[in-house]
């Protein structure tokens, strides 16, 4: 392919590039990188091709001729690490294109796409199993935090501000605006001023100096601020117009946005999104990427690189040849061979698949993850089948204890295997007795494997081994754990969430699900998802995993149940009336303890035998630990456990 100027990425002698724009030809084909617009490089281009077709004795281009040269062409533009497509969304036939002819230039890694906040654009990136190339990278909640808290800044008065380093913007928050009102009434002045005035101009990149958040607010409350004359107003009167702006900035903010904390996952994610946003984004959120995620997920999700479908055919991400070819560590990291595995095992099962994108979820989402807990691998798959409106969207989690870890611990290959597949029957029993009980669990968890190579210090190292994994639907909602605080100022919500919180609970502890690294109860940590109807009012919760039923199966009710007194305990400072809701969750509580125990008295057989088949030792089997369980909860009193959960949140 002829080029046109400089190779891609040349550099001055003062190390700036020499041009930031080029322009792709198809019909002919060829790279323009001369400086100038690019305009100018489609003129240059028509000369050169006419220039070549005098050599070889040919007339010029016709007038059409030479539009459509310019019309099989791609606008790309440079910056020192990338090179980025500017896609026409009408024309991703070319993008494409473009995209497939640079990457005989340079690394994919080091290609982008332009105008990804149009829904075409993403939409044809997604359907060849690219998300990883639109996602945002992946941030840990603490990191996510602390770069909300190192945003704030002054500009001449106090530090009431949250800016953004791309654009130069300042954003100004209500929360923000009330530490002002706390201000002296001459530097309250003052910092009125230097808000009005940052609001009617614009820096040297054309962005304003300052702006309100959201970014989504309603427009008439900045030209409210920008009307308030400072100068010409006493301070009372200032203070009443400030005042008024106050509340009408307040009134116009969506709820889940109105407590302003990064506890508050919804405001943590908007205000990162505020300050994290860059001119010419090549980046896209997770929203855009799923539609109805919850806001947990937020920039929880590494998206990776996969493969697409092409005419019924298999084509995995060709990035996976050049991270085997050259062992670049980073994109070894990058192209994850599980989900290569994944994608294989799910085309291999179902012929209708139009793509798949796969994505790894590298920490817990739980707010207060167990010390020291072990984990296997989690993703999520979004794969869209033929005749679907929308992609399906499936969690999977590898079993954190397969043959790979055992062989870890020093077992042989046979004792290994064994082991893994006790486990794998372990975990499916654990789930049919959570639901045996009343857990409401997802309706249907699918059981997986996949091969692949063990890597370790054991004399077995390179061998192939299995992976088992569970496969279940998305669960739409947010976790108990993760609902903002705002939500429990509506004495609705907080009555039915305490109801279900509280039936939640009693079959949680039944079962005595905890952490079996350290005991640790981990009801109300991540794996209750509320679910709500239209009105907003939650209908229902669903523990989307049964993980670490049956660890407590010795103790007593009354020795658990303390534990389960901190999910009233943490919300107490939230509810309007704290009794209430304390007793509404107590009073579910002891229902469906009861109802538990009534279950099993009524149909004591199917409880009893329901693992008879298995083995019952009393070394800590799963049978033997379901015979303990179900003693324990034949032999209570659900009036004195639920008393018990009374003084222990009372006290």
């Known amino acids: 392919m002829k080029i046109l100027g400089d190779p891609l990425f040349a550099k001055n002698a003062d190390g700036t590039l020499k041009s930031r724009i080029g322009t792709l030809f198809f019909r002919t084909p060829g790279l323009v990188t001369q400086r100038g617009v690019h305009a100018m490089q489609r003129i240059a281009w028509t000369r050169e091709i006419n220039r070549l077709r005098k050599e070889a004795g040919q007339p010029e281009l016709t007038e059409v001729e030479a539009m459509a040269e310019w019309a099989d062409s791609a606008d790309l533009l440079f910056t020192e690490e990338y090179v980025l497509i500017r896609p026409d969304p009408k024309r991703m036939d070319l993008a494409l294109k473009a995209d497939e002819v640079l990457q005989t230039l340079v690394s994919k890694r080091r290609i982008r796409f332009l105008n990804t906040s149009d829904a075409q654009v993403r939409d044809a990136l997604r359907a060849r199993g690219e998300n990883w190339r639109m996602a945002r990278a992946a941030q840990s909640p603490e990191e996510i935090a602390r770069a909300i808290d190192a945003s704030r800044v002054s500009i001449r008065h106090e530090r009431i501000y949250h800016y953004n380093g791309s654009t130069g913007t300042r954003w100004l928050t209500v929360g923000g605006l009330a530490e002002a009102a706390r201000l002296s009434d001459d530097a309250f002045r003052d910092q009125v001023s230097e808000i009005v005035e940052g609001l009617s101009g614009h820096n040297r990149l054309g962005h304003p100096e300052i702006a309100l958040f959201p970014a989504s607010l309603d427009p008439a409350v900045a030209d409210a601020f920008r009307a308030i004359d400072p100068a010409g107003m006493d301070d009372d009167a200032l203070c009443s117009a400030v005042g008024a702006v106050e509340t009408k900035w307040r009134l116009a903010l969506p709820a889940n946005l109105r407590e302003e904390t990064t506890d508050n996952l919804d405001w943590r994610n908007e205000m990162n999104l505020t300050i994290s946003r860059v001119p010419n984004e090549t980046e896209v959120g997770d929203q855009d990427l799923i539609q109805g995620i919850s806001p947990e997920f937020y920039r929880q999700i590494e ?68 010390a020291g807990a ?34 870890d611990e020093g077992k042989d290959l046979l004792r290994a295997m064994l082991e893994s597949n006790e486990y794998a029957d372990y975990i499916l029993d654990r789930r049919l007795a959570c639901r045996q009980l009343g857990m409401n669990l997802p309706s249907r968890v699918r059981f997986g494997q996949v091969t692949e190579k063990y890597r370790g210090a054991n004399q077995y190292n390179g061998t192939t081994v299995r992976a088992y994994f569970y496969m279940r639907d998305y669960v739409p909602g947010m976790a108990s754990d993760k609902v903002p605080p705002e939500r429990f100022r509506n004495p609705a919500f907080a009555a039915a969430f305490a109801y279900l919180m509280g039936q939640a609970a009693a079959l949680d502890m039944v079962v005595g699900r905890a952490a079996t690294e350290t005991g640790e109860t981990v009801f109300d940590s991540n794996f209750e998802v509320v679910q709500c109807s239209p009105d907003g009012l939650p209908k229902s919760i669903q523990v989307t995993d049964h993980a670490g039923a049956f660890v407590k199966y010795t103790e007593s009710f009354e020795e658990l149940v303390p534990a389960y007194a901190r999910a009233v305990l943490r919300r107490e400072e939230f509810v309007e009336d704290f009794a209430t809701f304390a007793k509404t969750y107590v009073l579910a509580f002891e229902r469906a303890l009861g109802a538990a125990q009534s279950a099993y008295r009524d149909r004591r057989r199917a409880f009893d035998e329901l693992f008879l088949h298995r083995p019952l030792d009393e070394a800590g089997s799963g049978a033997y630990r379901w015979s303990r369980i179900l003693r324990r909860l034949d032999a209570c009193d659900p009036h004195a456990v639920a008393e018990a959960l009374k003084k222990a949140i009372q006290s």
Do not use: M
């Open 303 to 370: 998206w990776l690189p996969g493969a697409r479908i092409e005419k019924g055919e298999l084509v995995f991400d060709p990035i996976y040849d050049e991270a085997l070819r050259t062992q670049d560590p980073e994109l070894l990291e990058l192209c994850d061979l599980r989900v290569r595995s994944i994608i294989f095992n799910l085309v291999r099962q179902v012929a209708s698949i139009e793509y798949v994108n796969v994505g790894r979820i590298a920490r817990s989402l739980a707010r207060h993850p167990v």
């Open 374 to 407: 072990r984990r296997g691998g989690v993703y999520i798959v979004q794969c869209k089948e033929a005749g679907e409106k929308e992609p399906h969207l499936t969690i999977i989690r590898f079993q954190k204890w397969g043959v790979a870890e055992h062989l």
